[in-house]
């Protein structure tokens, strides 16, 4: 069993910067791939990044591609994400996931933290 819990959203003026962090519960979180989603209100939950177990390997979607950075510490149990110039689209609750692969598909993940919302004004 795997608990998460998300922070650092908040509200940021366009073109600003954020780091959302989630931290882990349990002893065995290297095994785990990690993924970020979000979710705009009267929209479905979308991806936005992945990393491996190791931190070898991430995934972005195109939509943040170059804005965002994935990052873990396996030694705190905790994954970021950094997003700069971050545009009043990326306004939604972001929600920090864990699973035993990395994928871009929100049922592949088996634990799912209480998301924290992210607000960019115009």
Not at 27 to 55: C, D, K, L
Request: aromatic residues 12%; glycine residues 12%; charged residues 15%.
């Amino acid at each position: 069993q795997v608990q998460l819990v998300e922070s650092g959203g908040g509200l940021v003026q366009t073109g600003g910067s954020l780091r959302l962090s989630c931290a882990a519960s349990g002893r065995t979180f290297s095994s785990y791939s990690m993924g970020w989603f979000r979710q705009a209100p009267g929209s479905e939950r979308e991806f936005v990044s992945a990393i491996n177990g190791h931190g070898s390997a991430r995934y972005y979607a195109d939509s943040v591609k170059g804005r965002f950075t994935i990052s873990r510490d396996n030694a705190k149990n905790t994954v970021y994400l950094q997003m700069n110039s971050l545009k009043p689209e990326d306004t939604a609750v972001y929600y920090c996931a864990a699973g035993g692969i990395m994928s871009t598909f929100a049922n592949r993940y088996d634990y799912w933290g209480q998301g924290t919302q992210v607000t960019v004004s115009s």
